[in-house]
């Protein structure tokens, strides 16, 4: 059983800046890829960044330059610290993690406000 635990969201005003977090606990292997997927309303969930167990990162190009992905391997958690906002970056933010086999696992998701 793995459990993803999201914390970190919340209003902010336009240009602002939030940092998220996602603790994972359960069976986890050590090779794995952590990361966040936002869906704001009447859209399709979509990526935002990934960060593997090495530390190779992906980010979607709406968020490059703004947003930085990291990790801490030890305590199995993800942080996305996300500068500059802008009110189209308003989302239901979902941490992700994956394993070998298809094992893919969502968190419960966080509200990400930005409006003045």
């Known amino acids: 059983q793995v459990q993803l635990v999201e914390s970190g969201g919340g209003l902010v005003q336009p240009g602002g800046s939030l940092r998220l977090s996602c603790a994972a606990s359960g069976s986890i292997f050590s090779i794995n890829t952590m990361g966040w997927y936002r869906q704001a309303p009447g859209k399709q969930r979509e990526l935002v960044a990934t960060i593997t167990s090495f530390g190779v990162t992906n980010y979607a190009d709406s968020v490059k330059g703004r947003f930085t992905i990291s990790r801490d391997n030890a305590k199995i958690t993800v942080y996305l610290q996300m500068n500059s906002l802008k009110p189209e970056d308003t989302a239901v933010y979902y941490c992700?993690?994956?394993?070998?086999?298809?094992?893919?696992?969502w968190g419960q998701g966080t509200q990400v406000t930005v409006s003045s």
């Open positions: 992700n993690l994956r394993m070998s086999g298809n094992r893919n696992y």
